[in-house]
């Protein structure tokens, strides 16, 4: 039997190099500021998709709420970035307006830039952590698990908007400068924004899947199967469920931290649920078994709703439904799912017609 | 430090008041095949559930090595040397049979660990020796979902022994399975026992003669009768409440 190339690992990694290169040439190709800012978001899209497709697509939990993560990177990024361009002594313009006269202490830690980016990546990592931990233990899982973590996410929404002196409400934060690392000032329009965040697509994906490959990803694929035959094997599910959680929320967290560069804006509209819930679909479009082809999947559907989308105003949102409609019944693998399909059709069809390929593969096999 | 290899002492166990095991007590001597048997409803899965975690016993004891494991849960009972197969077979459907080997060679269980190593050493010769053992060498490459009941239920018994585990608790591992396999596995049984010890639990009389070194009897979650299976066959207690009711079918 000739292998399906799609399954080759070699294969894979040369689609990642090929898929990654072209990627990373746009800015030599284009200039345009908005064009590059526009495609760094989408990139920051890809990432969400990428952390989805891990926890859900490897590990079979289905988290609708991965914008909890995303979101609070974000606010602890715009935070930073806010306190970046606040002079000694000052606070921000909203929180006078709130009635603040001074500091409140959960912002005192963004004074200093490099404490505020790792709070932005370590307080959703550790909310996940935590959060993971308490309902994994307990052993709470598929449509309860995604139950659950829609109404957390539904629930920091609405701190955020209550919290009004320290989050600024509805209209959120939107600090006036753009990041500054160090002497290097990173201008969300610019070539230098984009591979930047590209550096970081390409980090989260790899790293996912060098994950996926290991044998934590091999124990994390058979607890998706059947949680309780991997328990009987000795291996502890609630702590691997809880670890693939939050690198899924580590990645989701990185890109909220670039999100918030990228727009120097948050909002509650972060935690929003119909956004949450479109990472899924992202993911379930592209393919959730296959990192790649998630990130493709936001790619896919975040470009044609810019593009195509204003065209069909509301009418866009029943067209990306009945497209979800049409991947879970005929094609459950995504895009990723059709291409698997087609190159075991190919494979199947050469070992047909080519029967010495298949003496040549057996040769091989033996001689291993 | 209590003796023996394997000792199981005065378990008890009640669902909602209806008490399924009622002071059992069993020792298992190292490398022998035991087999549990016991007419529907006699409590043979519920003791392999309490030895392996699955359940907790209300009172009484489990040993292994003069170690109280008693009432651990599953995932440190089967490090501590219990594999197990389920009654219904297990395996996990979305993986080639090679990764479900691979997965159940769980030298290493720690997850930060296993985040760094993709290849575990020693696994491949253990997965080459254990895949012969079982008749899998063909099939290494094909999705467990795609195996037939048989190979199914040698895929499990597979996955048992890469655990390496001190006992190995088999629940019905024949259930389904055609003569002709019935025969293969009575084979790799009956090698298996002379360096594992196995715990089997079993309703055809038929196929425990062929492969008990000792057969217990289960009645009514306590212990009936225990020997070979010649003093079984003879036991009329054991007729009564056992070889009488498979008459009655």
Known sequence: MTQNLYHNKTLQWLFYLFAFGVIGAVPLISDDAFLLNQLAVYGVYGMLAVSISLCWGSGGILNMGQAIAFGLGAYCMAMTMQMQTQAEGTIPPFMLNNGLDALPWIWEPFRDTTTGIMLAVLVPTVFYLIFGGIMFTARVSGPFFAILTLATLSAFGTIFVDLQPYTNGVNGISPPGSLNLGETEIDPYSSGAYWFVFGLLVLCTVGAKLINQSRFGLVVRALKDDPERVRFLGYNVAIYETLVYTLSGLIAAIAGCSFAVLTQYVSPAQFDVGFSISIVIWAALGGRNSLIWAMFGAFTVQGAQSYVGDQFLNTWILILGFSFILVVRFLPGGFAGLVEAVLGRVARSDSQTDAASVDFSKAKEAAK | ?249
């Open chain 2, 1 to 249: 430090m209590i003796g023996g290899f394997f000792r199981v002492e005065n378990i008890e166990k009640s669902f909602g008041g209806n008490k399924v095991i009622n002071g059992f007590c069993l020792d298992v001597a190292e490398n022998t095949l035991q087999c549990l048997v016991g007419p529907n409803g006699a409590g043979k899965t519920t003791m392999i559930d309490l030895i392996s975690g699955r359940q907790k016993p209300d009172a009484g004891k489990v040993y292994l090595n003069g170690d109280d494991i008693t009432g651990q849960g599953e995932h440190e009972i089967s490090r501590k040397g219990i594999g197990r197969k389920f009654q219904i077979p297990a395996v996990l459907k979305g993986l080639t049979v090679r990764e479900n080997l691979e997965v159940a060679y769980s030298r290493e269980v720690n997850p930060l660990r296993n985040m760094f190593v993709m290849k575990a050493t020693g696994c491949a010769e253990k997965l080459d020796e254990i895949s012969r053992q079982v008749r899998l060498t063909e099939r290494l490459n094909v999705e467990a979902g795609l195996l037939s009941h048989g190979e199914t239920q040698w895929l499990e018994i597979g996955m048992v022994l890469m655990q390496d585990p001190a006992i190995l608790l088999l629940d019905e591992p024949v259930a389904g399975m055609t003569e002709n396999e019935i025969g293969l596995t009575v084979d790799i049984l009956n090698k298996l026992k002379r360096t594992h010890t196995i715990i089997l639990v079993e309703h055809d009389m038929g196929f425990v003669r062929k492969i008990a070194d000792v057969v217990t009897v289960l009645h009514m979650g306590a212990l009936l009768a225990q020997g070979s299976i010649e003093d079984i066959e003879k036991d009329d207690r054991v007729r009564a409440v056992y070889l009488g009711t498979e008459d009655a079918h």
